[in-house]
């Protein structure tokens, strides 16, 4: 079963574009909101992720995935290192009342058709910080490698709260079928935004090895 997937995506920088993800059993090939991209190759045990915007690249085996997180974040929590500093009391009174503001909501009533897929709406509430909506096609089934990716994928993602959320993000992946349009509002002590996901078109075939 392999899966490529053509999305019209808004990232969280406000970029905007037309990014390809794709899925096999055992490798997948995805774009995150923050426009890094993430291959994880479950044969092999081995994630690479691409910084774009940076032009470098991190590869490591999965069970070195702790000290390359480690290895992301200092690379790019320098920018933000005084405004982490400076709301440390206030990143800790959030972080230990957020799991009771999270609710995930399935309604079992309104479907869409996305890309030729009936799909399923979900919908996530993080408290005041975050409303996220996910359309997903249960006839789409894709390995989870949220659990894996989890720390390396929080790693990218620039201050504390916003790291919370994104783990957030990759626990939904536990829910069955593949998301083919996601729309996220997002606030923290540091940032804000809007990023958003849409599916243009669904297709099978052999994936490159250029890929």
């Not at 991190?58 to 982490?84: C, D, F, G, V």
């Not at 990143?91 to 995930?104: G, K």
């Not at 504390?160 to 509002?185: A, F, H, W």
Request: glycine share 6%; aromatic share 8%; hydrophobic share 35%.
């Amino acid at each position: 079963a392999r899966v490529e997937i053509r999305g019209s995506t808004v990232e969280a920088n406000g970029d905007t574009g037309i990014r390809t993800s794709y899925y096999s059993r055992k490798r997948a090939r995805v774009t995150a909101p923050t426009g890094m991209e993430f291959i994880y190759d479950t044969q092999a045990r081995r994630v690479t992720i691409i910084d774009p915007a940076k032009r470098r690249y991190y590869s490591a085996p999965i069970a070195e995935a702790e000290s390359l997180a480690t290895k992301i974040l200092r690379a790019r929590r320098a920018e933000l290192r005084p405004k982490i500093e400076a709301n440390q009391e206030k990143w800790a009174e959030i972080l230990s009342s957020f799991s009771d503001s999270t609710h995930v909501e399935k309604d079992e009533v309104t479907t869409r058709t996305i890309a030729g897929y009936p799909c399923t709406r979900w919908k996530l509430r993080a408290g005041s910080y975050m409303t996220h909506e996910r359309w997903s096609a249960r006839a789409l089934s894709v390995p989870n490698f949220g659990p894996e990716m989890e720390k390396i994928v929080m790693a990218s993602v620039l201050d504390p709260l916003g790291s919370q959320l994104m783990k957030l993000l990759l626990q939904m992946r536990s829910q069955p079928g593949l998301v083919l349009e996601s729309s996220t509002e997002f606030h923290t002590l540091t940032q804000s935004g809007t990023f958003s996901y849409r599916a243009l078109k669904v297709g099978s075939g052999t994936i490159p090895d250029s890929v």
